[in-house]
């Protein structure tokens, strides 16, 4: 169990980090849906808890995953430009679930966020944290 957790560590923690970010962006945004949806359009919610999920996941992949020293800067930029892509495909996705199909926007959510962990990975990997 050992050799295929360091064989596959980065990937391993990559999945717990990203569980633990998944959750809090959910709950980020179902939380500000409820208290706030009644005054703000759910776009604006989601873009919010975007922001929040991302500096916390930013703070995650840095110290647990891929651990890396120091360019804090640079690399936060970078994750916000891997981000964005995961952003705008998450906010077409969520109109187009909830304007076409109906479905809440929680709902929506919850089966939209799933779509862009491969592609977030993919870009922290090769491009945020590159060395």
């Known amino acids: 169990m050992r050799h ?22 959910f709950v980020a945004f179902a939380a500000l849906y409820y208290l706030f949806s009644a005054y703000i359009n759910y776009i604006i919610l989601l873009l919010i808890s975007a922001v929040l999920s991302v500096s916390n996941a930013y703070i995650g992949y840095k110290i647990f995953v891929f651990k890396t ?55 922290h990997k090769h491009f945020s944290f590159a060395h």
């Open 4 to 25: 295929l957790y360091q064989k596959h560590r980065e990937k391993i923690d990559y999945l717990i980090v990203g569980l633990w970010n998944t959750i809090f962006g």
């Open 69 to 123: 020293k120091g360019n804090y800067l640079k690399e936060y930029l970078r994750f916000y430009a891997v981000y964005g892509v995961s952003i705008i495909l998450n906010v077409v996705l969520l109109f187009l679930t909830v304007e076409f199909f109906k479905i809440n926007p929680v709902i929506a959510q919850a089966v939209v966020m799933w779509l862009t962990v491969v592609i977030s990975y993919l870009g």
